[in-house]
């Protein structure tokens, strides 16, 4: 083989070989190059990560509508995954959150006693310190209920002062008789207090004046039928009226705990009703709300008619003028429990408390 032959073959195989070497060298850059990227995309994945999860703050202060700092008010911060964070407001009624999540929309809600709640929602970037502005609270209205508890003596004084303003026919006093169903026991003042009303009245003067006529037209006590005679019967009638009133309205009723008024049914069967009426100057209530036997009416009567005898005509007096006072007396209390319960109440005008 020729010396140029030679050269030739020669010249393709390194031509060959460097085509080879070549071709191999492209394909160990791709690799490295390849290589180069799986590891940087973590990397520059990592790095990226790290930046958006760098840790924010969220912070604020709570008042209320005047400004001023609301202490020790609950703040919750509540996001879509993790745990509600809570604290309390400082004296300055601020308050702050840490290490919180950037980019994350947080439910925050205030509330405090007293303080209607306040929420809003808050997004903070990444390692900022974000501001919650205008957390002011408003009052709530408070709604009490409230319980007024009276004494019985205050409901009492009230109902006398009621009593009080009964007229019949607008101007007679009608004040020892009860319309309200529920009424409460009278002190010992009070049931003075009656007794002074009754007595002082000018009315009680004036029927005292027409039954000393009526008295004096039938020729009883024995006092003469002449002005001096009519003056002595309207004194005894004053006197009767006034010892009667003190025993029985007063003195005794305090004594024994009773009440001297006469209660006013006004329903029921129109024979329980005439019952009521005149069994009431026979049994009473007492203070403690229960019936008893009518001591103070019977001891009222029958020691005006004892005192009686000291101003009588000499002729009236003795047992007979006791007794029989008692029972003219004791007759027209019925009469007059039965005129209460079914005529009186119509024409009396009621006070109201």
């Known amino acids: 083989m020729s010396t140029k032959q030679n050269k030739t073959r020669t010249r393709k195989t390194l031509n060959r070989d460097s085509r080879a070497l070549l071709k191999t060298t492209h394909v160990l850059l791709l690799m490295v190059l390849a290589g180069g990227l799986l590891l940087a995309v973590p990397a520059f994945a990592q790095s990226n990560q790290a930046a958006n999860t760098t840790p924010a703050s969220i912070v604020g202060t709570v008042v209320d509508a005047t400004t001023d700092p609301i202490p020790d008010a609950t703040v919750v911060l509540r996001g879509p995954a993790s745990d509600p964070l ?3 407001t400082k004296d300055d009624g601020s308050f702050a959150f840490h290490d919180v ?3 994350i929309a947080y439910q925050i809600t205030v509330s405090a006693e007293g303080f209607a709640d306040w929420s809003s929602s808050v997004t903070a970037e990444t390692g900022q310190e974000k501001t919650v502005a205008d957390i002011k609270l408003r009052i709530l209205a408070v709604h009490r209920a409230v319980t007024v508890n009276y004494s019985a003596k205050e409901v009492a004084t009230q109902q006398l002062k009621a009593e009080e303003q009964q007229r019949v026919l607008g101007f007679i006093p009608n004040i020892y008789v009860v319309y309200d169903p529920h009424p409460e026991p009278l002190t010992a003042r009070m049931k003075f207090h009656l007794a002074y009303k009754s007595l002082t009245h000018p009315s009680m003067f004036g029927f005292m004046a027409a039954w000393a006529g009526v008295q004096q037209a039938g020729h009883t006590p024995d006092w003469p039928q002449n002005a001096k005679g009519y003056g ?4 005894a009638n004053l006197a009767g009226a006034a010892t ?3 025993f029985g309205n007063a003195i005794l009723p305090s004594l024994l705990h009773q009440d001297p008024r006469y209660y006013y049914r006004g329903t029921g ?5 005439i019952l009521h009426a005149v069994f009431a100057p026979f049994v009473c209530p007492g203070d ?3 019936l008893q036997p009518n001591y103070s009416q019977w001891g009222g009567l029958l020691i005006s008619g004892a005192i009686a005898n000291t101003y009588y005509p000499s002729s009236n007096r003795g047992a007979g003028l006791v007794f029989r006072n008692f029972g003219i007396n004791m007759g027209l209390h019925v009469f007059s429990g039965v005129a209460q319960e079914f005529i009186l109440s119509k024409f009396t005008s009621k006070g109201k408390h």
Do not use: D, H, I, Q
Request: no cysteine; charged share 30%; aromatic share 4%.
């Open 288 to 290: 403690n709300g229960k």
């Open 101 to 103: 999540t950037p980019g």
């Open 244 to 246: 009667e009133g003190l």
């Open 269 to 273: 069967t129109t024979g329980s009703r």
């Open 86 to 88: 809570r604290v309390a």
């Open 232 to 235: 002595e019967r309207f004194g």
